[in-house]
């Protein structure tokens, strides 16, 4: 089976991790996987990733659809994984002169939600869903699948989500010391509520001083200043961060902040559980996947600042036994998402829709 996965940028968002990570697991299961990006941006993309040379994963590299096509000649299934990819892939499908050429749509996000209606950008992200009748579409939560469904009368597989386990795993309890809350705050994604998560945090420091540690990631300084967030010195500022780096920030907390508006999967919440930092986290979207409040998480309506204050309040009552419980259930469901049971059901789904 030959796949090209069509992933254009330098990847490091949570989507990009998936599909890198998945190729792995699909070349480990016998499939030839492909991973095909944009020239300009190829360098960065392989530093970001240099796991797919080690396990002998192709980058393919296009800069129009004409290049795409040639990367597709000899592919068995096709998959887009943004709403970009796919008018892309579907403006090379006719160029690439592959006839039995099937395609697919890694859906990891409603993209509809992240552009003004009306707007050019909106129509496209909302026809991509049904512009190539033929194609299938999955995805890893079923808050997706029902969503794709709802509004666009489509049916979509339903896959496993992953994360990495050799560089998300937990470290040392951290009994006796002073509680520590980590964020991301990610200007550039609005979705991610950047300038709510900085007023929580500041909101945290002025309730509880020198009780706990507070530290923030995503963003350098200068990208939060020049988007209007500035923050006060009892935050530690970590700036952008490599999945390693994120890795460690979690394993030296103890609760992880995910505000978002929704999150359609919550990834790096699921990544906290796996190194032992318990998440607060969005009722909206797909993270009751895995999330279970009071037992692995603390879920709560993010548009409610009140609420998410008393999340954390009541985490930071827990006793000993408590908090050490929850840990160990957050470990435990993070244990239940590997990139081998991914890749196992991403082989399945794409199996039977060759087959048909």
């Not at 040379?53 to 943004?82: H, M, N, P, W, Y």
């Not at 988007?227 to 490599?242: D, K, P, Y």
Request: with cysteine.
């Amino acid at each position: 089976m030959n796949v090209t996965f069509i992933l254009p940028g330098h990847g490091g968002g949570g989507g990009a991790h998936s599909v890198v990570q998945e190729s792995v697991g699909l070349k480990q299961l016998g499939v030839r996987p492909t991973i095909a990006t944009t020239e300009h941006t190829m360098d960065v993309f392989r530093s970001n990733y240099p796991e797919l040379d080690q396990a002998g994963v192709e980058i393919a590299i296009f800069q129009d659809s004409k290049d795409l096509a040639d990367a597709l000649a000899r592919c068995d299934l096709a998959v887009a994984t943004t709403y970009e990819s796919l008018h892309f892939m579907r403006s090379a499908r006719p160029l690439c002169g592959n006839k039995k050429l099937r395609t697919a749509y890694y859906v990891q996000d409603y993209e509809p939600f992240f552009c003004p209606p009306g707007t050019p950008e909106w129509t496209r992200a909302r026809t991509s869903y049904s512009v190539m009748p033929d194609q299938l579409l999955f995805a890893k939560t079923h808050w997706l699948c029902d969503i794709v469904r709802a509004n666009h009368g489509q049916p979509v597989a339903k896959v496993s989500p992953s994360i990495d386990h050799r560089t998300y795993y937990p470290g040392p309890e951290r009994s006796g010391r002073r509680p520590t809350i980590c964020a991301m705050i990610r200007p550039k994604t609005p979705r991610r509520a950047p300038r709510r998560t900085a007023r929580i945090l500041e909101q945290i420091a002025e309730k509880f001083d020198d009780k706990v540690e507070l530290l923030a990631f995503g963003a350098s300084p200068g990208e939060l200043i020049r988007n209007g967030i500035r923050m006060s010195e009892r935050i530690t500022q970590s700036g952008h961060l490599s999945r390693e780096g994120v890795a460690e920030v979690l394993r030296a907390s103890d609760i992880f902040l995910d505000l978002s508006d929704y999150q359609a999967f919550g990834r790096t919440a699921l990544e906290g559980m796996a190194c032992g930092c318990v998440p607060v986290l969005p009722q909206i979207g797909g993270a009751d996947e895995f999330a279970r409040n009071f037992v692995n998480a603390m879920v709560v309506d993010t548009r409610d600042e009140d609420a998410i204050l008393r999340s954390v309040s009541d985490l930071l009552s827990l006793d000993d036994k408590t908090r050490r419980t929850m840990r160990n259930a957050a470990i435990q469901t993070s244990l239940e998402y590997s990139v081998e049971k991914a890749a196992y059901s991403e082989y399945v789904a794409f199996s039977e829709f060759l087959a048909n």
